[in-house]
């Protein structure tokens, strides 16, 4: 009731709820947090031995001293140590960098250089290259306007860098625009629609946040009707969703935008209703200027160059956080992979693959997939060499959030892909979905199907027409009561995890570190990708089981814009 009302009183009381809301809901995450390790920390892995969560290696050159000196296959040869020592190595590396790894930062830096000196110095076979591309620097210059203007009377609108006292923020990747006006349209629904968008050309569109589709994917819709000016507001939904909230666009974003409060956003939609509103807007930022990220992969110099299996995570944490499961869990998966394969190569005991592998580790995920996109974009010029083109790659399998403390068994659900992926790519990805499973029901761990929209780096391969998949342990999704007691039932008592808490409450938070991780959870994930990575090297006729029918060279639609995994912008 009070937020129909527009009373600066009202307005007041409700801002003050809201921050007491913010401050409990910090609290509740780090106390159901440690409730979550306290109870994992009781466990301990399969082979009897309590891992500690403080070992450090004092180089990244350290081997593991539990190892057997001989392994058959890939599975056998994970270690929950080796992993905890890489994680270890990233928690340092963010430690000394003002806690992130975000690219831009010297932690991203350092851990890309991490990943080459490591495999440099343990897996030599190995073919180390790097791939750079520019990002762009976002930075606001002074106090951005916004000045609406119905039946000939103009009302300024407040700006404030505390945003609990501010009716509107910037966005990043805004465009910059001198003081202009524009026609306003209130963007029906919450914009996730295309057919939402059809009459904004050369008008603000104004839109609600929320519903099922993320703001940057607002933002394109935006931009592809070719609205000229976009305005966020927010939902008013909880009390937590009230203020105007720094988010961002896609470094591809070409118009001005700014996010409004739930009040100033309502009283720009009843206006609109009623009569027809201008606005006046004027926003600047820092001169364009960009930086280098390289990606990073690794690619075994046996196999067919024509085939090759691409292996890929992300590098980069979110600004917010040290990033330790997202994505350092992936990241360091990868890494032992690629290490255990090449040791393998070298024993003389192992079969070499008929096919390539490629591990690959992608910058800037956390801003739209920038570095899989670019590569997946290098690819597809013609100036690619053989072994380097889309059409060489068999598929892509991705490994991102692999160790969250209240964690699912995670399988990309190969169905479930977006309507107009490839059907050659969504059948072969079904399969996929299908060994995993099985996997994890041979060894009688529980499983689960999750989300498999195109939200990480598999986006831009399987929107080409590659087959994809690969694990995730949980992120924002809550633990159902149904989950915990499966989950118990397999792996014991009180193992089971926490219902009706979210699987990582430290997802994308400045708690992301080494004590944000399940030792058990994440050795059993990078277990089942390492068995999934034999099992298709080890195919005779991976090509025609992938894609029974053949399939057309891939491509990258025109239109793709990524999905990133950044699906919580509103919270954040
Ligand atoms: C972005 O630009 C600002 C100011 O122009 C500068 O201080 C900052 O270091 C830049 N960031 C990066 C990652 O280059
Ligand atoms: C927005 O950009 C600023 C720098 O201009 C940066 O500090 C902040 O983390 C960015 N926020 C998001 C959500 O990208
Ligand atoms: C604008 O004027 C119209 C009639 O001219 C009136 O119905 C409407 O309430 C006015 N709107 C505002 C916001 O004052
Ligand atoms: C409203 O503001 C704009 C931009 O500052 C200005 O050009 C215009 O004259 C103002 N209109 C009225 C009625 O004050
Ligand atoms: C947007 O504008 C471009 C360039 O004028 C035009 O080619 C395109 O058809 C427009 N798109 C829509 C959806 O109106
Ligand atoms: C609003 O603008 C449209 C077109 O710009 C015009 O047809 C309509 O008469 C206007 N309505 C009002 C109430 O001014
Ligand atoms: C931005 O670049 C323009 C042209 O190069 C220059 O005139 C201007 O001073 C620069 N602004 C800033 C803030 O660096
Ligand atoms: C890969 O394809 C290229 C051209 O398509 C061909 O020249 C080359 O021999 C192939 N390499 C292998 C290992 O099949
Ligand atoms: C996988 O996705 C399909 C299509 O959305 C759905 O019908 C099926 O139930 C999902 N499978 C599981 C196990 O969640
Ligand atoms: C995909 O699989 C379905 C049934 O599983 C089959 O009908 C269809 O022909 C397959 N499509 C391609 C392109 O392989
Ligand atoms: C999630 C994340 O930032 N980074 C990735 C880590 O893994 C999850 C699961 O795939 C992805 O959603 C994130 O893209
Ligand atoms: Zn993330």
Known sequence: ????????????ILLIGVAILVVISIALNAAILSVINKR???????????????????????????????????????RIEDLMNHLNELQRIADNAGNTRAIGTRGFTETVNYIHNYLRNNAPTLNVFRESLPIQNFTIKGNPILISTINNTNKTFSYSTNLARSD?????????????????????????????????????ALVVVGGACTNAEKGELANKYNASALLYYNNGLTTTNLAPVIIRLRQTNKLPALYLSYVAGQELVNAANLNNVSIWLRIERENYTSFIVENICADTREG??????????????????????????????????ATNLARLYQSGNYAKYRYRVRFCWWAAEEIGLVGSVYHAQ??????????????????????????????????????????????WAINGSVRISDVFRSWFIEKNLPWDF?????????????????VANGLFSGADETKTAEQRNRYEEKLGQGQGGLAGAI?????????????????????KMVQAAAYMLEYLGQKDDLPTWLYPAGRPKPR??????PNSDYFRDIDI
Request: hydrophobic share 30%; with cysteine.
């Open 378 to 423: 290098q690819a597809q010029t013609s100036s690619a060499t053989p072994g380097n083109r889309l059409q060489d790659y068999l598929i892509n399998l991705n490994y991102d959030m692999l160790g969250s403390p209240n964690y699912i068994l995670g399988i990309y659900n190969g169905s479930s892909a977006k309507p107009g992926t490839p059907s």
């Open 1 to 12: 009731m009070c937020l129909s009302k527009l009373t600066s009183t009202c307005t007041f």
């Open 168 to 204: 509107f923020t910037y966005v990043n990747y805004s465009a910059q625009i001198t003081l202009t006006k524009f026609n306003l349209i209130v963007v029906p629904n919450y914009g996730c629609d295309e057919f939402d968008w059809q009459n904004v050309a050369g008008r603000a």
């Open 556 to 561: 990258l639609p025109d239109d793709y814009f």
């Open 450 to 466: 999750t989300d498999f929209s195109g939200r990480s780096d598999y986006g831009p391969f399987l929107a080409a027409g590659i």
């Open 503 to 523: 699987l990582d409450p430290c997802y994308h938070r400045v708690c992301d570190t080494t004590d944000n991780i399940n030792q058990l959870g994440y050795e």
């Open 304 to 337: 067919n160059i024509n085939e090759t299996i691409v292996v890929g995570g992300h590098s980069d944490s979110v600004p917010a956080g040290p990033g330790i499961n997202d994505n350092g869990s992936g990241t360091m998966a990868i890494l032992v992979l």
């Open 40 to 78: 994992f920390d009781e466990l301990k892995p399969e082979n009897g031995q309590t891992t500690s969560k403080t070992t450090v290696s004092s180089s990244p050159t350290m081997t593991s001293t539990t190892r057997p000196s001989i392994y058959f296959n890939l599975a056998d040869s994970i």
